[in-house]
């Protein structure tokens, strides 16, 4: 089998050097810098814009997206500005009364939480938070989630990979248990989706929402949103004519009409037609697609391979079970965590502490070299 290669050259070097931080935000691709200053270049050119563009590259950024998550019907994409208002139609949504429960996890992202957290206090609903097994303790995660979904659940709001510490979570098992109660599944694909391959034919769920400047290389104030049948009649957070049947007719916008554009064309942001973003997004995805998701997971895999013994020698133990892209390393007594921040810093390394975890998120634009420095900050500082 060929080894996926390294991706450096497709970005600028100085922003990937020692970058082991992907899961915060991803460096710059040198193609999507380029399609902005194209177009930028045609603002600066051109006052108007022909009707066609309102609706084309949208149309072509939906379709890669959907390419990424085996999704026949683009049209169930929406194009949102953040997770969080993807989150948020869903839970707009969600039917729910009081006497049910919706199931989170403990120390979920906040954008994951906060829209459940406040639609069980309007309807008098549960909040399950499932907490974090202990060392030792018996049963997964997942398995704890599992135990907790019962016949008054209406929903269970999860993610592929925890953003903290990369926790993965069965959600096939956690389909199939939903399924078996009738309750939603609401996936906040952000920290995995362009990394971890995800099928929605084999998932199924009722939503899956992604920002899009992480592992999807796109700008910052982009995102997507998948829904399912269940959201097919549903109520979008706001009312836009982008998201009208008959939009594309603009002499015709003064004759207000009742229905939607179909599928999930309703719940679109307005002015999602971004004529510098959307261009930035399409080749973003390109990309990514081009790439596999499977490629950069084994790409990942290999740079973690090449430090597990050492990281073993200084007590420090890779998760059985994990997301190569996006890893959580918890430290041992004699390893000096403040200390150790300042080293990494000092080497010329990024990446992120969250909770009690040191982050690390590799993608395909870094080295066995960086790793290894990783790895020696680690060891100086033990």
Known sequence: MTLFPSQRNLFPE??????????????????VAAAARHALWWREEHAGMPIPAFFSTVRDVKAEFAKLINCPEPERVAMIPAASYGIATAAKNLPLARGQNIIVVQDQFPSN??????????????????????????????????EAVDAQTAAVAIAPVHWADGTPFDLRAIRERTTDVDAWLIVDGTQSLGALPFDVAEIRPDA????????????YGCGYAYYGERMDNGSPLE????????????????NYRDDYRPLAGRYSV?????FLMGPMQLVALQQVNAWEPA????????????????????????PAERAHHLVGLRLPAHIDGDRLAKEIERRGLMLSFRGDAMRVS?????????MAELVGAMKACG
């Open 295 to 318: 490629n950069v997971q084994r790409y990942t895999a290999g740079l973690w391979a090449g430090v597990e013994g050492m990281l073993a020698e200084l007590g420090v133990h890779l």
């Open 362 to 370: 590799p993608n395909v634009y870094n080295t066995p070299e960086e």
């Open 14 to 31: 100085k922003a990937v050097a020692g970058y082991l931080n992907g899961a915060s935000r991803s460096p710059q691709l040198k193609s």
């Open 113 to 146: 939480y906060y829209a459940w957290a406040e639609r069980c206090k309007a309807t008098g609903a549960e909040l399950r938070v499932i907490m974090r097994p202990e060392a030792g303790a018996k049963g997964s995660w997942t398995d704890h989630v599992l």
């Open 239 to 254: 009312e836009n004519w982008i998201n009208r049947a008959g939009s594309e007719d603009f002499r015709n916008l003064v």
């Open 208 to 219: 899956l929402i992604a920002g899009g400047y992480k592992w999807l290389m796109g700008p």
């Open 270 to 274: 307005g002015e999602h037609s971004n």
